[in-house]
């Protein structure tokens, strides 16, 4: 089974521009569609971004145009570019895989990482 482990968090200022990684071990990663999702301080975990086997990507609205989520399955990790990042992407993110059936879903996801801090000031 692939085990997930997040990268590249910190503390930016707005405007800024963070790469996340998720380093994924096991030969299966390149079959699970992965995800990545955010929860905020008192909040929620909710969808940011997710590309499946195949590639195809989706957006949740707030960031189109900012994030771009991509993947490479050698050496089997996901990434998400932010950039122009606000102070309301502040949160723990967390990369998910699975074979899902909704991308946005998160309990379509069955495994998950520990999460990466990510805080931007105004």
């Known amino acids: 089974q692939v085990q997930l482990v997040e990268s590249g968090g910190g503390l930016v200022q707005a405007g800024d521009s963070l790469r996340l990684s998720c380093a994924g071990s096991?030969?299966?990663?390149?079959?699970?569609?992965m995800g990545w999702f955010r929860q905020a301080p008192g909040k929620e975990r909710a969808f940011v971004a997710a590309?499946?086997?195949?590639?195809?990507?989706a957006l949740t609205d707030s960031v189109k145009g900012r994030f771009t989520i991509s993947r490479d399955n050698a050496p089997n990790t996901l990434y998400l570019q932010m950039n122009s990042l606000k102070p309301e992407d502040t949160g723990v993110y967390f990369c998910a895989a699975g074979a899902v059936r909704s991308l946005q879903a998160l309990e379509d996801y069955d495994i998950w990482g520990q999460g990466t801090q990510v805080t931007v000031s105004s």
């Open positions: 096991g030969r299966t990663f390149s079959r699970y569609d």
């Open positions: 590309i499946t086997s195949g590639g195809y990507t």
